[in-house]
């Protein structure tokens, strides 16, 4: 295992329990990993699936995060693709031979595809060598990001011919670990956990009334990358633009802009074009940057396990990093606001849902699987529905399993040839006005386009063609109708997958008692976040290890509570040893024979006159001085 982690990732060793859980997996057993945020969690599945023949299968819950990890794998050539909701379904049944007669190593996929009739038959025909189950903590409804989907994968797992598999997550509480083990129904797992403590990682938490100003003064005082974290993208730009305005270079970045600007800006704080990068948390999941000096939150997330993993992003490169919450008194009264506010009356619910039926025309019955464009506020201004509240009543659906709503994603054009090449000479011969273009396109792309997809740019064939770019989508869209090629569009807009078939909305089978459920455990993860920002004594790591059921007496040292207390000690530690001084003069005095108190006090001008006479009491009641009958000090 070291020479395949040599080879292909450069290290010459594992950090701490990799060795370990890899061999649990090369042993055929199911494996449970919990390790910390940077721990090298990937390479737990990655170097076993190398060293066995076949392909190993990896559900992720993220386009982004299997985008990323796919684009490392081809970076250090190794075969990997991603099959993610939106691609056109050729492109998909290439994707999935390639999986069984090439060379694939690596197949990324959400949990959703799991479930589709092609997937599963096609899985049939691969040789797989493991399932790797990453952010596991999604199949618990006792975590924070569940996904209904994920408890559909133990059976799939029955589907396919026997293969161990391995889960894992960097935040599982004890619930959590327990429900991840029971709903993937591992068979004897071996589990591991790496202690959850950062220790180059310095939590904090100040409570702040002018939270800019702190943020200022603390990039001013910690050099290097930075991570912003704020609740809205509204106020992403604000905090952008003000940071610029104070000389740090700063860039923002929210779901809300085309992926080619996310992109952008991205790559420029990766490349440290930019110092700092003010966010929501649709930033992080998967970038691998590992110099971040700080993560500082100027909003309070809604759960500890989302404080963990967002500031987790700082100092995986194992050198010092620093942590920081800021909040105020509305944030905190604002915690368990959210929470409520998150879900929605039933009856709005399933208004949406007869919405969405109605705004894409599905009969009942109908759109197992679909994909569409979604704009969210067109859908709710032609529907005259609550912006807010009409948001969390399609995450409840998305939970409920019902549908899939994806960000936007990177995803440029591709095209490929239905027909052979005796067919398109035919049709260039019958329509001598696309011979040109046809011509071209090959000259561009290659005779590849026959049998599989590829990546297109309309706008490099605009170029060389002479014509704006709409002209160019508009005769690849005439040829597609033509049934000469598939064109799969770049798509701007999120998308949204119906995974069920339309329901008759009274019939619509929502599990009102579970989310209920699911609504008081957030309120009490919302208390949870509460009890750490306003814990005025007590170690942040040990506060943070205690919420993943990990018990110790050990300090960090570092957070701002820990080095509170040393400040403490050393400011007690010189008091006691101004006292002993004190002391030590008063008897020097009282060797030369009785003086008055009055005396005493002007030669010594005490600063602070009632400790130097609490002093002098103590003194009496140890019987080291005493009065005597003058009313003066003796020894």
């Known amino acids: 295992m070291r020479n ?6 450069g290290y010459d060793a594992f950090r701490p329990l990799q060795e370990e859980i890899i061999q649990s997996v090369l042993d055929g057993k199911d494996t449970l990993a919990l390790m910390p945020t940077g721990g090298g969690k990937s390479l737990c599945f990655q170097v076993p699936a190398m060293m066995s023949e076949g392909i190993c299968i990896v559900i992720s819950p993220l386009i982004a995060l299997m985008q990323d990890q796919v684009q490392q794998l081809k970076h250090r050539n ?5 099959i993610f909701s939106g691609m056109h379904k ?22 959703e595809r799991l479930q589709t009739k092609l997937f599963i038959e096609r899985a049939k025909q691969m040789k797989i060598n493991l399932l790797a189950i990453d952010e596991a903590h999604c199949i618990s409804q006792w975590g924070y990001d569940f996904r209904p989907p994920y408890t559909k994968i133990a059976d799939f797992r029955k589907l396919i011919p026997p293969v161990s598999l391995i889960a894992l997550t960097a935040t599982a509480t004890q619930e959590v670990k327990i429900d991840i083990i029971e709903k993937l129904e591992m068979i004897n797992p071996q589990v591991f956990q790496q202690s959850f403590a950062r220790a180059n990682l310095s939590y904090s ?9 702190r943020l200022m003064k603390i990039l001013q005082n910690v050099q290097g990358s930075a991570v912003v974290y704020v609740r809205n993208r509204r106020r992403t730009q604000e905090v952008s633009d003000t940071l ?4 740090i270079q700063s860039t923002f970045y929210h779901a809300g802009l085309n992926p080619t600007e996310r992109t952008k800006r991205q790559e420029n704080w990766i490349k440290n074009r930019v110092r700092a990068i003010v966010a929501t948390n649709a930033f992080g999941m998967g970038i691998d940057k590992p110099d971040v000096r700080t993560v500082i939150h100027l909003d309070l997330p809604d759960t500890l396990e989302a404080y963990y993993q967002e500031a987790g992003r700082a100092g995986r490169d194992g050198e010092k990093a620093y942590a920081v919450a800021l909040f105020n008194q509305s944030d ?15 009856e709005l619910i399933r208004r949406v849902y007869q919405c969405l039926g109605n705004l894409f025309q599905l009969a009942v019955g109908s759109g197992e699987f679909a994909s569409y464009d979604f704009d969210l506020i067109e859908f709710q201004r032609r529907f005259d529905l609550p912006s807010t509240n009409t948001y969390f009543a399609l995450k409840i659906l998305q939970n409920q399993g019902f549908i899939q709503l994806s960000e936007g994603f990177k995803n440029t054009s591709k095209v490929m040839f239905k027909v052979d090449n005796r067919q398109l000479y035919d049709f260039q011969l019958r329509n001598s006005k696309y011979d040109s273009f046809i011509k071209l396109i090959l000259r561009m792309y290659g005779g590849d386009l026959f049998s599989t997809f590829l990546n297109i740019s309309e706008t490099n064939i605009a170029k060389a063609y002479s014509i704006p770019v709409k002209e160019i989508e508009m005769w690849l869209s005439t040829l597609e109708k033509f049934d000469i090629l598939f064109y799969d569009k770049q798509k701007d807009k999120p998308q949204l997958t119906f995974l069920t078939p339309r329901f008759d909305v009274k019939e619509l089978p929502l599990q009102e008692l579970e989310i209920n459920n699911r609504k008081e455990r957030d309120i009490q993860k919302s208390k949870s976040v509460k009890h750490y920002a306003e814990q005025p004594n007590r170690c942040r790591t040990q506060l ?34 101004g006292e002993n001084t004190t002391r030590l003069k008063i008897k020097q005095l009282l060797q030369n024979g009785a003086m008055s108190l009055f005396l005493i006090t002007q030669i010594m001008q005490p600063v602070n006159q009632s400790k130097f006479q609490a002093i002098i009491r103590e003194m009496i009641g140890n019987e080291e001085v005493a009065f005597d009958g003058e009313g003066r000090l003796i020894l």
């Open 78 to 82: 190794i075969s990997a693709i991603g």
């Open 544 to 577: 943070l290890l205690e919420y993943f059921n990990e018990i110790t007496d050990s300090e960090c040292g570092i957070c701002d509570n820990c080095l509170k207390k040393k400040k403490q000690s050393k400011i007690e530690l010189e008091d006691k040893e």
């Open 332 to 346: 905190i009264d604002g915690l368990e606001k959210n929470v409520l506010q998150s879900y929605p009356p039933i």
């Open 90 to 111: 050729n492109q998909i049944d290439i994707a999935l031979d390639n999986c069984i007669y090439g060379d694939i190593k690596f197949l990324y996929v959400s949990p």
């Open 205 to 213: 938490a100040f409570k702040e009334d002018d939270k800019e100003r």
């Open 244 to 247: 610029n305005k104070y000389n």
């Open 4 to 9: 395949v982690l040599k080879q292909y990732w």
